[in-house]
């Protein structure tokens, strides 16, 4: 009995030995996460259509075609509106960065509106208040109405926050894709 047992555990660790030789280490096993693949966002545009008057459109735009870092911008319009009016807001986000191939990343925002979010902040009393839901009901921020306030100065900033599986419609989630701060000026 005793050369059973031990031919038996002789067995059990041999078995074990050659079950840890060939077996898989994490990294075979392991396929890698995959991640949305970051677009480069170069170009932030605002229209502006005063709700009072549809031909009365103002367009601003900050544009960094090679990015963040490297080159400064080419292109930082400071937002000049009139004071106590309302206006309809669209924004929109493009690749700029090969002139002859310009991406408009609104597209994808568009199509991936469950893990987008615009967000705004204003400082200087006027209002932002986003008109445009996802499929989920939650708010998206391409579209928003804008209220000013009296006349003088202050800013907006638009950020675009990518919150995939935690967009909770609030702004304190998710990575920053791209953010900007544009002086404002109410005449």
Known sequence: MKNKTIKFFSLLAFTGLV???T???DEEITEPDVENEEELITSVELTFTNAADANDVNTFKFADPDGEGGEAPTQFDTIFLSANTTYALAVKFLDESDANDVEDITEEVKKEDDEH????SVHGGTTVTITDQDGGGLDLGLMADVVTSDAGDGHLTVSLKHQPDAKD???DVGETDVEVRFELKLK
Do not use: P, R
């Not at 979010?117 to 705004?120: G, H």
């Open 19 to 21: 079950f840890t030789m």
């Open 23 to 25: 077996g898989c280490d």
């Open 117 to 120: 979010l615009v967000c705004y």
């Open 169 to 171: 419609g609030s702004c």
